[in-house]
Nanobody, 121 residues
Framework: QVQLVESGGGLVQAGGSLRLSCEAS????????MAWFREAPGQERDFVLG????????YYADSVKGRFTISRDNARNTVYLQMNSLKPEDTAVYFC??????????????WGQGTQVTVSS
């Protein structure tokens, strides 16, 4: 079982930045691909970004390319989501996930509890 704990969410104005962190409670962290998903009110949970176990490969949804960046520190069992140029439509609960790379995305096996990001206009 892998526990994932997100932090760093909050309220920010449009055009601002936030960095989310997700710490995993497993010694096998470097074996997992990691990803961020988001779920806006009344909508499905959507893939946002993913990163391979070594960090060599990254995967992005078109909606965040050029604005969001994913990175990981395997020594700290932590994955990060840097969000720049935030827009009101980025408002959602952001979930960290651990899993495997499948067809250019991440298939989650474990989920965090989520952290709220609210972007005001």
């Amino acid at each position: 079982q892998v526990q994932l704990v997100e932090s760093g969410g909050g309220l920010v104005q449009a055009g601002g930045s936030l960095r989310l962190s997700c710490e995993a409670s497993t010694r096998a962290f470097s074996r997992y691909a990691m990803a961020w998903f988001r779920e806006a009110p009344g909508q499905e949970r959507d893939f946002v970004l993913g990163i391979s176990p070594t960090g060599q490969d990254t995967y992005y949804a078109d909606s965040v390319k050029g604005r969001f960046t994913i990175s990981r520190d395997n020594a700290r069992n932590t994955v990060y989501l840097q969000m720049n140029s935030l827009k009101p439509e980025d408002t959602a609960v952001y979930f960290c996930a651990a899993g495997a790379v499948v067809a250019g995305s991440i298939l989650p096996a474990y989920w965090g509890q989520g952290t709220q990001v609210t972007v005001s206009s």
